[in-house]
């Protein structure tokens, strides 16, 4: 387990003539929270995306325990979007339970899944609420509860204090760093700007222009 890593491996992407992304290289190791920082258009998108097989590199690879990810992995991999992916007008535990079912998981399993994550998200008050009616904070701990409930292997968030107040990125940033997220071997990739929230992860690393820029 403790050798356990996610591994960018020289990986690029073009967009007709735009160089998206120049042999980015990065590993996050079991365990351990990845702050990938930098500006907008600098390529942490493209990179997150090309990790769960949304996009193609054109080349280098992405690895998971040595290997290739490949659909079943990626299928173990939990994911934030930066742009909020839920269904505004379905209540909370309908929705979370109906994204732990497309997973594979059992009626009973998912429900007791949307239980342990709502509640220790702090939003198992709102589970009859539909998400529109939450706050923006409340909407992030569902959308982080969303790529929790499957128990994935690997958590990746694209930006995930985006428009919080400072209440609420420190709760999701305690969230995140408590016992990885109830999984001790789970890497969590967190993309940001480089604010506080995002540099005081285990590791860090950074794009400008689609080429890396070094972690430590």
Request: proline content about 5%; overall charge negative.
């Amino acid at each position: 387990m403790a050798d356990r890593r996610l591994e960018i491996d020289g990986v690029s992407k073009r967009f007709g003539d735009v160089v998206a992304l120049t042999e980015m290289a990065f590993d996050v190791r079991a365990g351990e929270i990845f702050g990938f920082v930098g500006s907008n258009g600098a390529g942490k998108s493209t990179t997150t995306r090309i990790a769960l097989g949304v996009l193609t590199a054109d080349a280098g690879e992405v690895r998971w325990d040595g290997r290739p990810l490949d659909l079943d992995t990626r299928r173990r991999v939990g994911y934030m979007p930066e742009e909020r992916g839920l269904y505004p007008r379905m209540k909370v535990a309908e929705q979370l339970a109906y994204l732990g079912r497309l997973h594979g998981m059992s009626v009973p399993a998912a429900a007791a899944a949307v239980a342990t994550w709502t509640e220790r998200l702090g939003v198992a008050g709102r589970r009859d609420d539909e998400v529109q009616k939450l706050s923006l904070g409340n909407q992030q701990r569902v959308q982080l509860a969303a790529a929790l409930v499957h128990d994935p292997d690997i958590l990746v968030l694209d930006e995930p204090f985006s428009g919080l107040d400072p209440l609420a990125v420190d709760i999701m940033s305690q969230v995140l760093r408590e016992a990885s997220c109830g999984h001790p071997g789970r890497p969590r990739l967190a993309s940001g700007d480089g604010g506080p929230e995002q540099t005081d992860g285990d590791n860090l690393g950074g794009t400008a222009g689609g080429n890396a820029i070094g972690a430590g």
